[in-house]
């Protein structure tokens, strides 16, 4: 392990600049929260929330008709984009609801799909047709994840960069079907970042960052205070506003 790869606040702080006074909320992109169901709110609203905070100019959060009164309650500053018909609702995305998802999407720099999604075969059917259709940047997170846990190749047919933010379980999950073999955090990483054409961001004590070129990142930072339900939404919210605002995907 190179020190070199360590990634600090010095290395943060090359990235982030103040910003210029003569800027608007469109300087600061449009981020789209694709997320939720029934029982799994509190997933879209702390993705949706950290977007704003980490300073996206517009942050739309697209989520079944099902949960947008509570979604509507809880984000006042986000614009809610409901999805389905709430009379025939039961919870979560379906395959019918896909062309208007996409609509709702279209004009936004960067997504983040999966949390609370659930993983039923249709949301599955939801999360392999945005990403194989959506050509701008995806965060890929949780039950995302899940979702296509079975069927990794999908990475290599997107037409845009791809973040995906595993936690060990979720990568155990992938690797499975992967035909890579664990070796250890920074070299597997590194391989399925390779072969799927993705940017992975491996949780866990001194989380690692892989890209396509096999370079790495490893965040010497965190806290076990952050082991707890939540916090894999608000980093991949973090990382889509980021994204939204013009940065590398990597850094």
Do not use: W
């Not at 379906?94 to 062309?99: E, F, R, S």
């Not at 990403?131 to 990475?155: Q, T």
Request: positive net charge; charged residues 20%.
């Amino acid at each position: 392990m190179n020190s070199n790869n360590y990634y600090t606040l010095t290395d943060c702080s090359k990235h982030i600049k103040p910003r210029e006074k003569d800027t608007h909320k469109g300087t600061y992109g449009k981020v789209g929260i694709v997320a939720g169901s029934i029982g799994m709110t509190g997933s879209v609203c702390m993705a949706s929330m950290s977007s704003l905070r980490s300073g996206s100019g517009l942050v739309y959060t697209v989520v079944p008709n099902s949960i947008s009164n509570i979604v509507c309650i809880k984000l006042t500053e986000c614009v809610i984009r409901t999805i389905g018909n709430f009379s025939n609702s039961i919870g979560y995305f379906v395959k019918n609801d896909i062309p208007h998802i996409m609509k709702a999407i279209e004009d936004c720099d960067c997504i983040v799909l999966g949390p609370g999604m659930g993983t039923n075969e249709e949301t599955k059917t939801v999360v392999n047709h945005i990403l194989i259709n959506y050509e701008k940047p995806v965060v890929l997170d949780a039950d995302g994840l899940n979702c296509v846990s079975k069927d990794v190749i999908v990475f290599n047919k997107r037409k845009a960069p791809t973040v995906i933010t595993p936690h060990p379980k979720e990568f155990e999950r992938l690797l499975k079907n992967s035909e890579i073999e664990y070796i250890d955090r920074i070299n597997t990483s590194i391989k399925f970042s390779n072969k799927y054409n993705v940017i992975t961001v491996l949780k866990g004590f001194n989380a690692v960052v892989t890209n396509i070129n096999s370079q790495y990142h490893i965040n010497p930072t965190g806290t076990p205070a952050m082991a707890k339900a939540g916090s894999g939404d608000v980093l991949s919210g973090i990382i889509a506003s980021l994204i939204g605002q013009g940065l590398d995907a990597f850094n």
